[in-house]
C-alpha cells in the first residue's frame, strides 16, 4: 500500500503561482513514475504532468511552459510548481503514483481555484 499526502492548493488570482506538494509513504521502494492529474467540474480526469524515478517528463498540452514538474527520490515527494495560472486551470488536483508491479494509487486531491 502507498499513502498520499497532499499540500499547496488555494485560491489564487489569473497570473499567480502556487506549488503543489505530494508526499508519498508506504511501499515506496516500488515507485516508479509520480504525477498529477486534474478534474475539473463536468469534465474528465486530465493529466497535468508526470515524472519517473529518472527524471523523464510528459506534461498536458494546456500546461506545457506554465508548470514544472519535480521530485525529491530522497523525501517521496513530487511537486509542481505551476505559474502564470489561468482560471481555466480551476480544478481539483490528484497527486498518482504508479508502482512497478503496475498498481496505481491517488490522492486525496487539493482544490484549486483562479480568480479571474
Known amino acids: 500500500q502507498v499513502q498520499l499526502v497532499e499540500s499547496g492548493g488555494g485560491l489564487v488570482q489569473a497570473g499567480g503561482s502556487l506549488r503543489l506538494s505530494c508526499a508519498a509513504s508506504g511501499i515506496i521502494f516500488s515507485i516508479d513514475t509520480m504525477g498529477w492529474y486534474r478534474q475539473a467540474p463536468g469534465k474528465q480526469r486530465e493529466l497535468v504532468a508526470r515524472?519517473?524515478?529518472?527524471?523523464?517528463?510528459n506534461y498536458g498540452d494546456s500546461v506545457k511552459g506554465r508548470f514544472t514538474i519535480s521530485r525529491d527520490n530522497a523525501k517521496n515527494t513530487v511537486y509542481l510548481q505551476m505559474n502564470s495560472l489561468k482560471p481555466e486551470d480551476t480544478a481539483v488536483y490528484y497527486c498518482?503514483?504508479?508502482?512497478?508491479?503496475?498498481?496505481?494509487?491517488w490522492g486525496q486531491g487539493t482544490q484549486v481555484t483562479v480568480s479571474s
Open positions: 498518482n503514483v504508479d508502482l512497478y508491479v503496475g498498481s496505481s494509487y
Open positions: 515524472i519517473t524515478r529518472g527524471g523523464g517528463t
